[in-house]
């Protein structure tokens, strides 16, 4: 099934920090212990980098590319 839908510039600024909560189904190595069957939580990082593009030597486009880093892990 498809709509058209309207795009929308991410509003999210540049080194914005969010707290996830996950829980390990599998073994996940965090802080020196393996943790399995429990909740922890993911420090993670909304980064913004500018990639230059060329096509066929035309002069260059720059796009913003956006996207989520994990910082670090930890037991709750």
């Keep these: ?3 058209k839908a309207k795009y929308t510039k991410s509003a999210i600024p540049h080194k914005t ?3 996830m909560r996950k829980f ?3 073994p996940t190595y965090i ?3 393996r943790v399995w ?3 922890y ?3 993670q990082a909304y980064l913004v980098e500018e990639i230059e593009l060329s096509i066929e030597n035309e002069e260059p486009v720059y796009f913003l590319i956006g996207y989520w880093k994990n910082i670090s892990k930890r037991i709750i």
């Design 17 to 19: 920090t969010r707290l």
């Design 41 to 43: 939580e993911i420090l």
């Design 24 to 26: 390990a189904w599998l």
């Design 31 to 33: 802080a020196g212990s």
């Design 1 to 3: 099934m498809r709509w």
């Design 37 to 39: 069957l429990e909740t």
